[in-house]
């Protein structure tokens, strides 16, 4: 089992700016992408965005692009993700997410953090 430490919810308003953290602690494999799923409420989970260790490949959501920044620190398993330009939509609980290989990750085969509340709104 994999142990997650998450970090860096909370409320905004749009336009405003937040930054998540993730820990993966336990975590065996020397490679593996990680990153974030969000569901808001009343909808299906999606993936937001992902990082590949072996080669800090990136990964984002057409409704992210441009706006959210995924890096990370492969010696920690950790990953942020800088989320800039936020909208109303954006408001979700972001699970953070870990697997081997990045084809298994998008389709949410992966350990899987708690969760952490991000809410946009005037």
């Known amino acids: 089992q994999v142990q997650f430490v998450e970090s860096g919810g909370g409320s905004v308003q749009p336009g405003g700016s937040l930054r998540l953290s993730c820990t993966a602690f336990?975590?065996?494999?020397?490679?593996?992408?990680m990153g974030w799923f969000r569901q808001a409420p009343g909808k299906e989970r999606e993936a937001v965005s992902s990082?590949?260790?072996?080669?800090?490949?990136?990964w984002y959501a057409d409704s992210v692009t441009g706006r959210f920044t995924i890096s990370g620190d492969k010696a920690k398993t950790t990953v942020y993700l800088q989320m800039d330009s936020l909208k109303p939509e954006d408001t979700a609980i972001y699970y953070c997410a870990i697997s081997e290989y990045f084809s298994s990750w998008i389709l949410g085969e992966a350990y899987w953090g708690q969760g952490t509340q991000v809410t946009v709104s005037s």
């Open positions: 990082i590949t260790s072996s080669d800090d490949g990136t």
């Open positions: 336990t975590y065996r494999e020397s490679d593996y992408t």
